[in-house]
């Protein structure tokens, strides 16, 4: 099949045909996007007055779930943490971490991250396209595939839409290098289109020899309103570039899959029915108290022929030969709306998770506090594992597609500043080989070899020393982090953690360690005091569990002998200091 035919029977079947899951379960992906969209602006599909000519209320069900689920699966930057792998250098490795968290933030990644996990739960699926180093964000109702394929990667095409404006094109054009402007242009100009639809397609396409390249091929789509004052030939696709490529640089997210489809599935799909069958009662409720607002009389007499209201002035002695009564207009149905509307709201939080607990709000009365816990933890259950699920692609794409092209920019010398926490670690890196450099100098002076206790006297002075910086710039020399070996791993804690049991499980391991110092040497009291940690949903790589020396350790063996007080030099956090 030639270039341009393959091209227009992807895109028809994409937008007009559905694939089925099994029998009579059928799908399309462009429907369920647009149909996402419009219930996240409360719209309806064929508008909002219906058939009596009264307004359709959208009793909107799906936005809050979607907020509850941003907040149940979100996680910063800061949780990436970066390891030494095997035969790498710990050094090396924190001074990587740190330059990595400093570059995210230049390069505004958290907000990448935010909103990744703001439109999984609308969507079921976000796409990344990665250029240069920099992840642009996919917008699906754009994003053409093979609605079947698993995974991108199984996909037999990849096709991306751009409106762009004449102006736009001219400059996207010359920045690409696309050929046949202006053809393009003339052709826009003829048409009745609103803006120039520029297509991105990667797949694969037949060479001369009968064999199949990976090819990125730049294509427009305009149908000319008179094909014959154009000279448009036939097919309304034109090709403006063609280039053979490795890979294409799209990078996906799920929050939940179904097999036979690519499309996640978000919690916005997953409550079409409830949202559906909720506006049904909501405008039944409103048309229902419509007319039980209305005064509306009833009388026998004939000769009664007019409106009480417009007609009838204050003191009118209406005479009549049968009483004017009015008719009960009462709603007798409200019980069963507000039945029918808990039952559906309730079917939402089933099927979304998103009870009160997880939203904040205060639980009814009466209800225990043990209840309480339980419906939280194992709501916190099911989205750890999504959240697991999504940091594992996030891992995945760092690794491939972020960290190289931040290698590459760290390889020139640059300047780390450290401040708060990460300064004072790198003041304890330091720490002893400061101290060391200053014995050596005093002892060559004709001081004394410092005893036990001596020595942390020293290690304190200077250490106050150290710390009475507030922050401090690192000169990283060019290469510094060549054959860097390292990992990377997302410390996931805090999100949907009760702040009670981790106050709770803090101060009773802070006493156990009180108690017996022993802890932090014995391997086996070791291992038990990790676990607490993490039964308590404590991040123990936020606290130092390196074992401080006790009064026995510094206590003085001899006496005598001593050195002066350290004195600080300018040599004291030097690179040289600590590689």
């Not at 996990?117 to 796409?127: A, I, N, R, W, Y």
């Not at 939280?376 to 960290?403: P, T």
């Not at 054959?483 to 009773?508: H, P």
Request: charged share 30%.
């Amino acid at each position: 099949m030639e270039i341009t035919n393959l091209i227009k029977q992807e895109i028809t079947d994409y937008e007009n045909k559905d694939i089925f899951i099994v029998p009579a379960f059928g799908f399309n992906q462009k429907r369920t996007i647009e149909k996402i969209y419009r219930y996240l602006g409360s719209q309806y599909e064929n508008g909002e007055i219906d058939a009596d000519g009264d307004k359709k209320y959208f009793f909107n069900i799906v936005k809050a779930p979607c907020k509850t689920t941003t907040k149940a699966i979100d996680f910063d930057t800061k949780d990436a943490r970066i390891l030494t792998a095997p035969g790498g250098n710990m050094k090396q490795t924190w001074f990587f971490e740190r330059d990595f968290r400093n570059w995210a933030k230049d390069k505004g990644f958290g907000k990448v991250l935010n909103r990744i996990f703001d439109e999984l739960p609308k969507f079921g699926s976000v796409v990344l396209k990665v250029l240069k180093g920099k992840p642009h964000f996919v917008d699906l109702r754009n994003f053409m595939l093979n609605q079947a394929a698993d995974t991108l990667d199984d996909s037999n095409f990849l096709t991306e839409r751009h409106p762009y404006t004449p102006q736009q094109y001219r400059k996207i054009a010359k920045e690409f290098g696309l050929e046949k402007t202006d053809e393009v242009l003339n052709r826009y100009y003829a048409s009745k289109e609103k803006f120039i639809s520029l297509y991105e397609r990667y797949g694969e396409v037949e060479n001369k020899k009968g064999g199949y390249d990976y090819m990125r091929t730049y294509f427009v789509d305009i149908k000319a309103e008179d094909a014959k004052d154009t000279n448009q030939p036939e097919s309304s696709v034109l090709i403006t570039k063609q280039e053979k490529i490795d890979e294409h640089p799209y990078w996906e997210f799920h929050l939940e899959k179904i097999a036979g489809r690519w499309l996640g599935v978000g919690v916005v799909e997953v409550l079409f029915d409830p949202q559906m069958r909720t506006n049904e009662v909501a405008n039944q409720e409103s048309k229902g108290t419509y007319w039980a607002s209305l005064r509306v009389f009833q009388t026998r007499d004939q000769n009664i022929n007019r409106n009480l209201k417009r007609d009838v002035k204050t003191g009118e002695v209406l005479k009549s030969e049968s009483e004017i009564m009015p008719i009960d207009m009462v709603e007798r149905n409200l019980s069963y709306f507000i039945a029918q509307t808990n039952k559906w709201l309730q079917n939402r939080d089933e099927l979304t998770f998103a009870y009160d607990v997880m939203q904040g709000e205060r639980l009814p009365s009466g209800t225990p506090l043990g209840s309480a816990r339980l419906a939280a933890g194992m709501a916190s259950s099911y989205f750890a594992q999504i959240r697991e699920n999504i940091a594992l692609d996030i891992k995945n794409f760092l690794y491939e597609a972020i960290f190289p092209h931040f290698e590459e920019e760290m390889t020139t010398e640059h300047i780390l500043l450290l401040v708060g926490e990460d300064l004072n670690e790198y003041n304890d890196m330091i720490l002893e080989g400061e101290a060391a450099r200053q014995i050596f100098e005093s002892i060559a002076k004709g001081g004394k070899i410092p005893n036990a206790f001596e020595y942390e006297e020293f290690k304190s002075v200077i250490l106050e020393a150290l710390n009475a910086k507030k922050e401090h710039e690192i000169k990283l020399t060019k290469n510094f982090y060549k054959n860097i070996k390292y990992k990377i791993d997302i410390v996931i804690t805090g999100e949907g953690r009760d702040i009670t049991t981790m106050a709770q499980s803090l101060w009773a391991i802070l006493q156990a360690i009180t108690a017996d110092p022993t802890m932090l040497l014995d391997p086996t009291k070791k291992s038990i005091l990790s676990q607490l940690f993490e039964v308590g949903g404590i991040d123990k790589t936020k606290i130092d569990l390196t074992t401080p020396a006790t009064a026995s350790q510094i206590m003085p063996q001899r006496a005598g002998g001593g050195v002066s007080a350290p004195v600080m030099s300018q040599k004291v956090g030097e690179m040289s200091e600590v590689v």
